[in-house]
């Protein structure tokens, strides 16, 4: 029955409205994904404008007042250092949230665009490749992660290659896994049979098609990725201190929870507020894409 | 007069749109089935054909509902019932026989437990009996050796095969009425009409109703003892099916029927302009747009359906009168159209023992030394004229699509010659230079799968423009396209939509679009019309033979029906597994002498005509492979000569000279003339 309404549907009127278009509209209707998105926005308004508005210098000691419970002066309390937990969780997503995002970035392009090409080609290169990155993929991620920035360091710009790097294995997989629906269709075979290049094919036919599989993967990598920095930031090997990191602050506060939760509640809020809003986002991208979300999944 | 088994009464089903609008799939649909009889259920796509045979079973698409009226089946409101009631009726008092036959089966399960579990569940055999049951319900849908078939798993049947273990399933509850909704669309020819004596022997057996729902007039004329027509959600017309198609009274089903091209006059047929509307959008008779009988009250009063004459025939058009008082078949007389060109005594593409295979031996072959399968295509030597169009047919797996691959370069050939003015075609597409490629363009049958669903039609026709004539600046490209798009007679303003924003015919007018933009001087057509509605067909078989006529162009054309293929093609090669049988002129190929796989092609074809019976030759078991010696066609053979056949390949025959019609068969020439 499907066939018969979609094809009553078709002569009506034409729509002028591209395919972002449908997207969003399908996206504005979701109660999830609006939350989600203003979450993220919320986040990137802050990162950009906390320097400036911080009640407090986050950095600045007040030897004094350590350990202090919320009040007025200090929203969230100070640490054992003095600081002012409440200016500190408001800039401690900066530099975790621009080495995620460019991460990202970093890792659906590599990783899609492989992950494209693998599939279109197919064949001997196809199966060897995915048997790397097969056997890359079995090694813990941590471990990866670990290694690569003990050796390199903390400088944020070196981890956002990390980053970029290690998450794009998965986005091969995705990215393969969606183009092979795609390379028996008959669009790419005109496409090899007008004599077009593979860069083309790849870029102009196979891309727009698998674009939506990899924008929620990309913002589920995103989410994992975040997860990924604060754990590392936990374990000491995320900012260089003294400069605030929600993973970090975590991991230094836990021993005074019992007299200053909010010192771990703070940055604990502020990082579990943009983790649900991607997710909740990516939950309506999928949707509204009219995608599965389990095929957006990372392994 | 016997009761009605089925009764629909003034029923409309329609569905909320995005905007909170009622759009209507059915309106004031009534009709009546009685035991025993077949209601044939025609219309184009789109027009509410399977809407109405899902509520037959009670069922209904999720968000459609019932707007008014009702389905009484055996007297029970089919609407009324409760979920339980529902279930015990389907299956066990009227059954659904769906269109993906393959699709229905569970794959992991063997064949005959599938049948076990339906009659376990819907009737009250059981123990032992289930089981000679099961054998027995094989046996009626004739697959041969029942006992060996029931142990198969769905992938080892044959598209025609399952279907029958589809039709055994669904006669399991030994139901009064069948709804079958386009059983065999997308069989090939044999098997469609293997399957369509066996329901009919079934019917007149067992006193099954059946409900056919099909947009293939020929299959509607076989099967149905009355047709119903509908158009944009409305029964226009309900007579019995000989009336239907010797004196139709309706201008719809004059311009359905005027639109087949048919196997026993050359040329092609009218197409008729435009497309339904959305069911209950214009306040007259929905047809009025396309109608050449249309009147000023047409467009403003909405027809009602009534009885014409003293026969029960039921039409719903206000010019009725008129219409049956023009002679229908004189009319059909004049409609086909041969559009002249002329083919040049030049080759285009000379192909010579091509040979093509899929086979990869592996290592451990090698090592081994394996014998070789026999390759998939082999033997294939056509020299094909320019400006002329060479029709490949054949049943499904005969390769033609293999050959049309190679010839554009996706597939390698293993070895023999394919020239093009003096290029080599059997290297691959990676290997030839941009002006070859330009020269030889494709068409693929799914306009669906062919586009890029991410498109514009702009995209989509600036891609071969981009490619092959890179001075051309962007607004050259864009006049370009509209001209291209005014070739294919659509609006420029389609430039804008997505595939999904198209009709199948327009979509496939893009694609066509796009292969001439290349200025080709070959295009393969790859069953380019069998995924379109008749009424478009025709359009488009009319525009590829104008554009052929504006550039010389030589077509390679695939095609399984061949009606469409008399319409069209100038030369006929006739392939069964990969070999060439019988290669000549249309004329040649439609008129004895036959090869006796032409003929069995020939006979197994439906024509719109009640009285025309088809002729099943060889038996419908397709083959995985073609043999290894002697005739391809030996194992189906109805002529088959024992010792001869199966182990010396036949010598090709010349009924005239050498150069013309060619028959591959050891069957002496005079022989094959007695039909
Ligand atoms: N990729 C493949 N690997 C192995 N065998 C194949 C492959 N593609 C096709 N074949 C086989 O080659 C034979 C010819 O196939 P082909 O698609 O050319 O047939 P066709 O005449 O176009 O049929 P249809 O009318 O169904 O389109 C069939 O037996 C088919 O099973
Ligand atoms: S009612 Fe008028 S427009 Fe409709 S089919 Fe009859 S003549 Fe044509
Ligand atoms: S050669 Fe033999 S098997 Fe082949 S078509 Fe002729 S009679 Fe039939
Ligand atoms: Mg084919």
């Not at chain 2, 065999?184 to 293997?194: E, F, Y």
């Not at chain 2, 319409?567 to 990969?578: E, F, H, N, S």
Request: with cysteine; hydrophobic share 40%; proline share 6%.
């Amino acid at each position: 029955m499907t066939v018969t309404t979609q094809a009553v549907e078709e002569l009506s009127p034409v729509k002028r409205r591209t395919p972002l278009a449908d997207t969003w509209e399908n996206l504005r209707r979701s109660w999830g994904g609006m939350i989600g998105l203003t979450l993220i926005v919320f986040h990137v308004l802050l990162a950009l404008s906390s320097p400036y508005i911080v009640p407090q210098d986050p950095q600045l000691m007040d030897a004094p007042a350590r350990n202090e419970a919320p009040s007025t002066e200090h929203l969230f309390g100070t640490d054992k250092l003095g600081r002012d937990m409440f200016s500190r969780s408001l800039v401690g997503g900066r530099v975790a949230l621009v080495v995620t995002m460019l991460g990202t970035a970093l890792a659906m392009t590599w990783g899609g665009l492989t992950g494209i090409l693998l599939g279109f080609l197919g064949g001997k290169t196809d199966e060897y490749v995915m048997r790397v990155v097969d056997a890359l993929l079995a090694i813990p991620w941590l471990l990866v992660l670990l290694l690569i920035i003990s050796i390199l360091g903390t400088n944020p710009w070196v981890q956002t290659l990390t980053f970029g790097f290690t998450y794009g294995y998965t986005a091969i997989r995705v990215a393969r896994a969606a183009t092979l629906d795609y390379v028996t269709h008959e669009f790419v075979l005109a496409a090899r049979a007008r004599g077009e290049r593979k860069r083309t094919i790849v870029l102009k036919e196979l891309l727009p098609n698998v674009l939506d599989v990899l924008l929620v993967d990309g913002a589920m990598t995103w989410s994992w990725m975040l997860l990924g920095f604060s754990s590392l930031s936990f374990l000491g090997f995320g900012v260089t201190p003294p400069t605030p990191d929600w993973g970090f602050m975590i991991a230094k506060n836990r021993e005074i929870l019992a007299i200053q939760p909010w010192a771990v509640f703070g940055p604990a809020i502020m990082l579990s507020t943009l983790i649900i809003g991607i997710n909740l986002f990516s939950d309506a991208l999928a949707k509204a894409l009219g995608l599965d979300r389990s095929q957006g999944a990372p392994v | 007069m016997s009761k009605n088994l089925i009764e629909v009464e003034n029923l409309s089903i329609g569905y909320y749109n995005k905007g909170g609008k009622l759009v209507h799939v059915l309106k004031n649909v009534s009709l009546s089935i009685k035991p025993g009889e077949t209601l044939g259920l025609v219309g184009e796509s789109g027009c509410g054909k399977s809407t109405l045979g899902q509520a037959m079973m009670g069922y209904l698409r999720l968000g459609s509902q019932v707007m008014e009226g009702s389905i009484l089946f055996s007297g029970k409101d089919m609407f009324g019932l409760s979920t339980r009631d529902l279930e015990s009726i389907r299956g066990n008092k009227i059954a659904l026989i769906p269109q993906n036959a393959g699709e229905a089966l569970t794959p992991t399960m063997r064949v005959g437990k599938q049948i076990i579990e339906t009659l376990e569940l819907k009737t009250n055999v059981s123990g032992a009996a289930t089981k000679n049951r099961m054998i027995e319900l094989l046996g009626q849908v004739r697959l041969p050796h029942p006992e060996v078939m029931a142990e198969r798993y769905p992938h080892e049947l044959s598209g025609g095969q399952q279907q029958r273990v589809v039709v055994a399933m669904a006669l399991a509850g030994q139901p009064d009425m069948l709804v079958l909704d386009e059983p065999t669309t997308g069989l090939d020819v044999t098997t469609q009409a293997h399957i369509l004596e066996l329901l009919r022997d079934i019917v007149a057996e067992l006193g099954t109703a059946m409900m056919y729902i099909s947009h293939d007039l020929g299959v509607i004329a076989r099967v149905s003892d009355r047709v119903a027509l509908m158009y944009a959600g409305e029964i226009v017309e309900d007579a019995s099916a000989a009336e239907i198609f010797k004196s139709p009274a309706h201008p719809y089903a004059r311009g359905l029927l005027a639109s087949i091209p048919r196997l026993e006059l050359a040329g092609i047929p009218n197409s008729m302009p435009g497309q339904p509307p959305i069911p209950g959008s214009l306040p007259g008779c929905s047809f009025t747009p396309r109608c050449p009988f249309a009147t000023e009250i047409c467009s403003s009063e909405p027809p009602e359906l009534k009885m014409i004459l003293q026969t029960p025939h039921l039409v719903r058009c206000h010019n009725w009168e008129k219409v049956v008082a023009t002679d229908f078949s004189q009319e059909l007389k004049d409609v086909y159209h041969i559009v002249e060109h002329k083919a040049q005594d030049v080759s285009a593409i000379e192909l010579s023992d091509v040979e093509i295979t899929y086979h990869q031996p592996n290592m451990i072959d090698r090592l081994r030394r394996t014998p070789e399968p026999p390759a998939t295509v082999s033997d294939i030597t056509l020299d094909i004229k320019r400006g002329e169009t060479l029709a490949l047919v054949g049943e499904s797996g005969s390769g033609k699509s293999t050959i049309v691959r190679t010839i554009s370069g996706l597939l390698p050939a293993k070895s023999g010659v394919i020239q093009f003015e003096n290029c080599d075609l059997t290297v691959n597409v990676d290997k030839r230079t941009m002006d070859l490629c330009k020269k030889v363009q494709l068409i693929f049958q799914n306009p669906d799968a062919s586009l890029n669903p991410r498109h514009t039609v702009a995209e989509i026709i600036d891609q071969p423009l981009k490619l092959y004539f890179p001075k051309m600046t962007r607004d050259e490209r864009r006049a370009r396209q509209i001209e291209l798009l005014e070739r294919v007679r659509l609006d420029g303003r389609y430039r804008l939509r997505y595939p999904g924003q198209m009709s199948g015919g327009e979509k496939q007018r893009v694609a066509i679009a796009r292969a001439f933009a290349a200025e080709p001087d070959v295009v393969l057509c790859d069953e380019v019309t069998s995924a379109l509605d008749v009424s478009v067909q025709a359009a488009v078989l009319d525009l590829l033979a104008d554009l052929q006529q504006e550039r010389n162009t030589t077509y390679i054309f695939i095609a399984h029906d061949l009606a469409v293929v008399r319409a069209i093609a100038d030369r006929v090669a006739v392939l069964y597994q990969g070999r060439l049988c019988e290669v000549g002129t249309v004329d040649e190929i439609y008129s004895p002498p036959y090869h006796p796989y032409t003929e069995t092609l020939m006979g197994a074809v439906l024509v719109p005509d009640p009285d025309t019976e088809p002729k099943l030759l060889a038996s419908d078991t397709p083959e995985l492979a073609p043999p290894a010696k002697g005739c391809a066609f030996q194992r189906r053979c109805p002529k088959f000569i024992n010792d001869l056949c199966d182990e010396v390949t036949p010598p090709w025959q010349y009924p005239q000279d050498e150069d013309g019609h060619k028959i591959r068969c050891h069957i002496p020439i005079n022989e094959l003339l007695v039909v």
